[in-house]
């Protein structure tokens, strides 16, 4: 499974930077792999992850803002919904890698439905 973080290199946004900022850096500080996929240089990438993104948790208006998280095809979510994993103290649960706390998240739950199915 590789976790991949959708970012902007270049953005005007401070808040979008130190979202990224974020997520990478609490990757990296507990040691779990990810892959950083820069949305500002390939094209393709960005058309990707607009479109795997699940409709009913796009923006009202506009484009999705960096960084989105998948793990592997799957949607695992936004910085709010990384933000929330991380203070029920359930990140690895969020990122379908397994379970900090009894709560799961809409990723974890999408590898629970898809796993039933086989």
Known sequence: M??????????????????????????????????EVDITMLEEQR????????QERRPKRGNPL???IFNENHYCGAYE???????DNSVLAFLGL???????????DTWDAESAAL
């Open 47 to 54: 058309l990707w992850m607009n479109q795997n993104i699940p």
């Open 66 to 68: 960096p960084p989105q």
């Open 2 to 35: 590789v976790i991949r973080v959708y970012i902007a290199s270049s953005t005007p946004s401070v808040a979008v930077k130190k979202h990224q900022q974020d997520v990478v850096g609490f990757l990296e500080a507990n040691q779990i792999s990810f892959q």
């Open 98 to 108: 397994g379970s900090q706390s009894s709560g799961k998240s809409e990723c974890q």
């Open 81 to 87: 919904d990384f933000f929330q994993a991380k203070e």
